[in-house]
């Protein structure tokens, strides 16, 4: 199935094309964020990718509330403000409560539900009311089809802008898994589905700056696999220095990697959905 489009700024997801939601992890300086979004820019207008920055200005899910979390709404929604401005990027963001929800709709190009906060009905409302594309994260605990539960909540408001991103599924108690399966099943809803690989690599529970908490050499083969099972992107959060990141620093990719990522993940897709040459 071809999803339908969905128009995120000034780029268009969906469609058959193959687009890249990415970023570091939290909003950091923002120098750092100016960096980033030009240097992954730059490598999706040769390859002709759409690209939608992603940074968190608040990360409210952290293993202890002593690691850094972000400069915070205000703070982090400026800086995101200003790549859109001097970068001419659309931005990404996740949001956790309903009273932030105003205030990120008006900066961001797209609002996030985040995965462990799919059920929650009144911030589901709130981020569907903004009017702007939602990209939904689907829940570890979810099987694939329960990412109805959020999108009928989403689009009992009339807003049918929607994205879906796997993460992956919470196995045990110390483990996530991916099944290719589930992208199959998430794209039976007719909505562009992205594949968030770094989240999947992170091992949870562990945290952010231990050099054991994430399989960073996952990201290549499992990427790859999921661009062969059929996504319309990538969720993929990058660094230019990974250990010194101040969140997740051992899941994401290095930011001199994300090329060759692309390129690899653009050939399977073309090939997977004939658009190879394109």
Known sequence: MRAKTVKIGDVTV????????????????????????RHAAGICRELGIPYIYKSSYLKDNRSSHETYQGP????????????????????????????E????????????????????TQLTLALAAQGKPINVKKA?????EQV????????STGNRHILITERGTAFGYGDIVFDPRSLVALRG??????????????????MSEDPAGGLRDFIFPLARAACGAGVDGLFLEFHPEPERA????????????LR????????????VTGRRGD
């Open 14 to 37: 969906g469609g058959g094309a193959f687009a890249l939601i990415g970023g570091p992890c939290v909003v950091e300086t923002e120098e750092l964020a100016l960096e980033t979004a």
């Open 101 to 120: 929800a105003a205030a990120a709709g008006e900066v961001l190009d797209c609002l996030q539900l985040p995965a462990y906060l799919s059920k929650q």
């Open 189 to 206: 809803f007719g909505y562009p589905v992205f594949f968030d690989v770094t989240h999947v690599v992170r091992i949870p529970g562990a």
């Open 260 to 271: 060759e990522l692309l390129t690899q993940c653009l050939e399977i897709h073309g090939f």
């Open 140 to 144: 570890q605990f979810f099987k694939p």
């Open 246 to 257: 101040l969140c997740d620093a051992a899941s994401m990719l290095p930011m001199d990697r």
């Open 148 to 155: 109805a539960i959020p999108l009928k909540k989403i689009e």
């Open 72 to 99: 915070g709404l205000e703070k982090g929604l400026a800086v995101l403000a200003r790549v859109r401005e001097e970068v001419g990027v659309p931005v990404l963001s996740d949001v956790h409560t309903p009273a």
